[in-house]
């Protein structure tokens, strides 16, 4: 068979060799370098004559090395082996990938050696090796956990991962070439917008927040938060390049964070600086609002005999009952222990209010099924209407008055109140108005409260309260009409009226009881206040050493004087000269500072009836009534505790030191025609409510013909 290589005499090997495009390196069995054709040399930059005589492997990368030798090995004998990729350093500090693939001619004269024909594939192995990893980091892409977008200038995604379908359902193939928008809520699309064309603006990175909806509507939109680079102007990229991730957690704990700030955690219901906040927007927008004070009777029992567990069962039903009998724009808030309060939105008139309270009360006295069984509770409730001038702390306090009036309601007197501050300015004219008419038609008269010695029973005096009987409204208590005297002037009329209501049912009375008057600050500053008062005591034959004036303690520290009026200090020195007996009313609400009381020539100190209310149950009234009573015996000074409702409480003052008691356990304010049979009956002895019907009296006053 003949060889398919011939053989010519006449060929210039080495110009041959020279041509040959391939790079052609012969080594010896050693692997040194013999020869190197120009290509060879050209590939790799060397100057062969420093290379010849030296071992190949030496040029080979470190990791090829082993590869060179084994094929080496293994081409021996052959004409051709298996061609190999490997490394080869090159002059200029490279390395250059080149395909070789060897012959063995270690048998070839001249030869002697191996022949080795390389290319150089470095080119296509940088590309094999960039597309490798392009493939990679596209894969890495679509799998990661964040959104990502390619958007074009108008917001149209061009390409966007896999997260994006996992977390919104949308598919990719839907998703591209559709607005990012469009997969928001409309609000969202707003904000995605400003925010992409704030980036084209700027160049700069954005951000934004936006619901994302999901392709199924079962689910809610999700918050997803949007990175934005703008990429529009780099030439490869050539888009807007969006990162995306998920917000919903981060959400979730804001909003827990932001209801725990503005709820109530028992009964989930709004907490009081919601309140305010919604009152002052309600007051700004003058919209009529009823705000309505609800306070449970008697919550402090249940939560003592049943245990806190129960008690906050059943707050929680309460706050339950309030939100299903309000209208979704009312808001129910829970502002202390066992109180609640409501904003009736739309309610304008008292009918109406009225309404709205009586079905609170109602509703809040069915029974409650707790889990030790059924239980009953009451609740008070006072309203105030959002009127012309109101004002947030005006309507609190009004609507917290209101409902302190329907609790003292609840425990017997049978009187109404509906503080006059909250009234609408054109009702509080009319009302003004009536009171004029009403104080010379003999319509306001004083009711008497007996006072009563704390030892024997007795009664030693009696306290005037003053009461309108107002021709359509009822009998009112001095809370509905006490200021709109003095803003109309009337005050020095209306105390004239008591004055001499009291003295005419005390003329027919046996003249040791003391008879005791209140004066507000606007009564003191009247010049002629003394010479009024003799004159009237006069004209009843009745002694000024009889008379008590009750005044507060914001009386004593008021300092009007000027404009005819004189400094209510001067009145009360006036009227001591004139026999009669100083009690300071209401005494721990104001100031109750010695000095203060050391500046008056005092008979008597009153506690006030909160803390009364509390001797049996508060450590910390009890600890001021045994404080005043301590430092009244010291300045020697009678102490009177009023607003006495029970016999444990009684029993408590008593014990205390107290010298004097009034409160609706002994009686209420007597009509004027009721003062003499009371005293026939029980003036000189405990009334039988308190001697021998612990039971009526524990029920809530005693059983008395309605004042
Ligand atoms: P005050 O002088 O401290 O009178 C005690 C108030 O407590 C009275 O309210 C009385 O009805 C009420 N009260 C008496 N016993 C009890 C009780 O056991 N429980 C409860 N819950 N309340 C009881 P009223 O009559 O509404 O008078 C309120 C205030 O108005 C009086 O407080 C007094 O400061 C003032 N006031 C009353 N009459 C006149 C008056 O003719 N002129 C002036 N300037 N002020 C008056
Ligand atoms: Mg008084
Ligand atoms: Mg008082």
């Known amino acids: ?199 084209i603006e700027t160049g700069r990175a954005t951000t934004c927040e936006v619901l994302m909806r999901h392709v199924d509507p079962v689910h809610e939109p999700r918050p997803i938060r949007f990175e934005i680079v703008n990429l529009l102007d780099d030439p490869v990229v050539a888009c807007m390049v969006v990162t995306a991730h998920d917000v919903s957690d981060l959400h979730t704990a804001r909003m827990t964070l932001e209801h725990l700030a503005r709820h109530d955690v028992l009964t989930g219901l709004v907490n009081r600086s919601v309140l305010l906040e919604r009152l002052e927007s309600v007051v700004e927008d003058h919209r009529p609002t009823a705000v309505i004070f609800i306070d449970l009777d008697r919550f402090k029992p249940v939560n003592d005999l049943l245990g806190h567990e129960a008690g906050d069962e059943l707050l929680r039903l309460v706050g339950e009952r309030l939100r299903l009998l309000v209208r979704p724009d009312d808001l129910v808030a829970r502002v202390g222990g066992d109180e609640f309060v409501v904003l009736a939105d739309g309610v304008n008139d008292r009918q109406t209010a009225q309404q709205v309270c009586d079905r609170i009360d109602a509703a809040l006295a069915e029974p409650y099924l707790l889990a030790d069984g059924p239980m009953r509770i009451t609740a008070s409730v006072g309203v105030a209407l959002n009127v012309d001038d109101a004002t947030v702390t005006g309507l609190m306090a009004d609507a917290d008055l209101a409902m302190y009036e329907a609790k003292a309601g609840r425990r017997g007197e049978p009187v109404r109140s509906i503080p006059s501050r909250q009234r609408s300015a054109n009702e509080r004219r009319r009302l003004a108005d009536d009171l004029a008419v009403g104080l010379r038609r003999g319509e306001v008269v004083a009711y008497l409260q007996p006072v009563t010695d704390i030892t024997t029973g007795r009664t030693v005096g009696l306290e005037a309260l003053a009461r309108w009987h107002h021709p359509n409204l009822g009998v009112l208590r001095p809370a509905a009409f006490l200021d709109l005297a003095e803003d109309a002037g009337l005050d020095s009329l209306l105390g004239d009226v008591v004055l001499r209501s009291m003295c005419e049912t005390a003329s027919a009375l046996p003249e040791h009881f003391s008879l005791g008057i209140n004066l507000s600050v606007p009564q003191l500053a009247d010049a002629q206040l003394c010479e009024r008062i003799s004159t009237i005591l006069g004209r009843y034959g009745i002694a000024s050493t009889r008379l008590v004036v009750e005044i507060t303690e914001h009386a004593t520290l008021t300092r009007r004087a000027g404009g005819g009026k004189v400094s209510p200090e001067r009145t009360l020195m006036e009227l001591h000269e004139m026999g009669a007996r100083l009690s300071l009313d209401d005494f721990g609400t104001g100031f109750s500072s010695l000095t203060h009381i050391r500046m008056f020539p005092l008979h008597a100190i009153k506690i006030d009836q909160s803390f009364v209310a509390g001797v049996c149950t508060h450590q910390q009234d009890r600890a001021v009534i045994g404080a005043v009573v301590g430092m009244s015996k010291a300045l020697d000074l009678l102490v009177v505790a009023e607003g006495v409702e029970t016999l444990d409480q009684l029993e408590a003052l008593r014990e205390l030191g107290c010298d004097l008691v009034q409160g609706h356990l002994i009686s209420l304010p007597l009509a004027p025609a009721q003062v003499a049979e009371w005293l026939r009956r029980h003036g000189n002895a405990w009334p039988t409510a308190v001697t021998n019907t612990r039971q009526v009296a524990l029920n809530g006053g005693p059983a008395q013909a309605p004042a």
């Open 1 to 199: 068979m003949n060889s398919p290589v011939t053989t010519r005499d006449d060929f210039d090997y080495a110009a041959i060799m020279a041509a040959v495009p391939d790079p052609v390196i012969i080594v010896d069995p050693e692997i040194n370098l013999k020869y190197l054709n120009s290509a060879a040399v050209g590939l790799l930059g060397w100057d062969p004559t420093e290379w010849l005589g030296r071992s190949l492997l030496a040029l080979i990368h470190p990791d090829d090395v082993a590869v060179v030798i084994s094929s080496a090995n293994s081409v021996r004998g052959k004409a051709s082996g298996t061609p190999i990729e490997l490394r080869m350093h090159a002059a200029d500090g490279t390395w250059k990938w080149v395909e070789v693939v060897g012959g063995d001619a270690t048998g070839a004269p001249g030869v002697d050696g191996y022949v080795v024909v390389a290319r150089d594939v470095t080119q296509r192995r940088m590309w094999e090796v960039a597309s490798g990893d392009t493939v990679r980091f596209q894969q890495a892409v679509q799998h990661a956990k964040s959104i990502m977008l390619l958007l074009d200038r108008g917001g149209c995604i061009l390409s966007v991962n896999g997260a994006f379908t996992r977390l919104l359902g949308h598919d990719p193939s839907v998703a591209v070439g559709s607005a990012l928008a469009s997969f928001s809520t409309p609000v969202g699309a707003t904000e995605l917008a400003d925010a992409l064309g704030r980036s």
